[in-house]
């Protein structure tokens, strides 16, 4: 690996730039009017695809943002790596909040990057990321180190519920075997406490409207006497959950699984910090289930978060009114075996149930996901712990995220393919959120360590 490291070293500027053009282009694939930014953005990631040394690139229509596709198959009796990942962003909004804009890139120290981090949307969720496996491809192959076929699928909708990929996996499933499925698209413990992600929570996400009288009242004459829509919704979400934290819906803990004391004992290993957890977030204590830690909380118990509640007069000043509609969005995050179907149902008839007579609720599921584990005793974890080792100099831990990449358990069960969760970027790099960044060390560290992964893949297919 000798030639790729050494040709990484010299092309350090380059790759940076390179990535710094494609933080430019604003590809918010939730707004349509970003749709044309969104295509141009499928081309320049093939482009560099194919720049990187693919034999074969293309831009698959789907029915809504392209998938590009690109490969090299070196030869056909080496192992394949499937490379996924996503170059649509989420909104930048609120975009007041940003201490430069979203879509120009600019590199600034922070107490947890001395290095640089380079500030814009996608930086680090996920173009930052993806990219890092374009340049180690491109290094790998230039250098003649290349031991594994690679092929490439980035979408274009992840941030949106991913809703054209499982049709395109579905009819493509010849052209996408491969051995192993290597995204970069979560974090790390810290840049120098190593980990990979063992698992990923699904999702059911719904909106609520709970509707009173036909139309605004005057608080002054209707009020006391009719179910003020905004006042129920706010009750019924409180009672989503008891005074342990613990969620209300009947049957919502059915399928969870609990962990074992040992599996528990391993868990709390890593290192947690609450006082340094706290003051990132500026808060003054933390919140949450009865129980169980906040390293738990967060990836082995499932949540109910309302993400947006609204209704009647924000506007300036006083209006006395009683609204006639309230509305919210609510999303559950989702652990092995729930199933974000059958949660979503329990949640509908649930909070039908528990609306009084004076109003009427509709809820509307939005897309959802399921959870997914990957094991640690599989070869494509042996060869991506042994990379970590490699560059960091020390094992990697284990950590299950919080997040969701529904794709996963997708990818499972329609590829039959395990997916190896390579992420670089840490829980305070603000993703989905203003002044998202991704570290100039993280940057680089992954591509420096993608390539040891192919090198031990190889070698252990061997
Ligand atoms: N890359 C994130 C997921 C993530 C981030 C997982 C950090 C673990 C650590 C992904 O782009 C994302 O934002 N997923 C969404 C779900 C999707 C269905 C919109 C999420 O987790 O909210
Ligand atoms: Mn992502
Ligand atoms: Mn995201």
Redesign the pocket.
């Known amino acids: 690996m000798q030639k790729t490291r050494e040709y990484i070293s010299s092309n350090k500027e380059r790759f940076l730039n390179e990535l710094i053009d494609l933080l430019k282009i604003p590809s918010i694939s939730a707004d349509p009017e970003y749709a044309d930014a969104v295509h141009q953005t499928a081309d320049e990631v093939a482009n560099n695809i194919k720049r990187a040394g693919a034999d074969l690139v293309e831009v698959s229509e789907t029915d809504g943002y392209p998938i590009v596709y690109g490969e090299k198959i070196v030869d056909p009796s080496w192992p394949t790596v499937l490379v996924y990942g996503?170059y649509d962003v989420?909104p930048a909004d609120p975009i007041d909040l940003w201490d430069s804009p979203a879509f120009e890139p600019v590199i600034k120290k922070t107490e947890l990057h001395p290095e640089g981090a380079i500030f814009a949307r996608g930086a680090c969720?996920?173009k930052g990321q993806m990219f890092m496996h374009v340049k180690a491809f491109e290094a790998m192959a230039a250098s003649g180190e290349l031991k594994c076929n690679v092929k490439f699928m980035i979408e274009g909708e992840?941030?949106?519920?991913?809703s054209n990929l499982a049709t395109y996996v579905k009819e493509n499933k010849e052209k996408l075997k491969a051995d192993i499925i290597l995204v970069s698209?979560?974090?790390m413990l810290a840049n120098d406490v190593p980990s990979i992600?063992t698992g990923?929570?699904g999702?059911s996400y719904v909106e609520v409207e709970v509707t009173g009288p036909n139309r605004d009242l005057h608080s002054g004459l209707y009020g006391g006497c009719v179910a003020n829509p905004i006042n129920i919704l706010a009750k019924m979400i409180a009672s989503l959950h008891d005074e342990n934290n613990h969620i209300t819906i009947p049957g919502f803990y059915d399928k969870v699984v609990e962990l074992s004391d040992e599996e528990r004992a391993e868990m709390a290993k890593a290192p947690f910090s609450k006082e340094a957890y706290c003051k990132s977030i500026n808060i003054k204590d933390i919140y949450g289930e009865s129980g169980y830690t906040t390293m738990e909380r967060g990836s082995i118990r499932p949540t109910l978060d309302v993400n947006g509640i609204w209704g009647g007069y924000t506007g300036e000043g006083a209006k006395t009114v009683i609204p006639s509609k309230a509305y919210a969005k609510i999303?559950m995050r989702l652990v092995p075996d729930q199933d974000p179907n059958e949660i979503t149902k329990l949640f509908m008839d649930h909070f039908m149930a528990i609306a009084p007579d004076g109003v009427t609720v509709k809820v509307t599921p939005h897309?959802?996901?399921e959870p997914a584990v990957t094991p640690i005793d599989s070869v494509g974890y042996e060869a991506a712990s042994k990379a970590y080792e490699k560059t960091f100099g020390k094992r990697p831990i284990p950590v299950r995220?919080?997040?969701?990449?529904?794709i996963v358990a997708m990818f499972e069960k329609e590829l039959g393919l395990k997916t190896i969760l390579m992420?670089f970027?840490l829980?305070s790099d603000a993703?989905?959120s203003p002044n998202e960044h991704y570290g100039l060390f993280n940057y680089y560290r992954g591509i420096e360590t993608i390539p040891y992964f192919y090198h031990y893949f190889y070698e252990m297919n061997q």
């Open positions: 996503h989420q969720d996920d992840e941030e949106v519920g991913s698209d979560t974090g992600t990923l929570r999702l999303s897309h959802g996901g995220s919080g997040g969701s990449i529904p992420g970027g829980d993703i989905h």
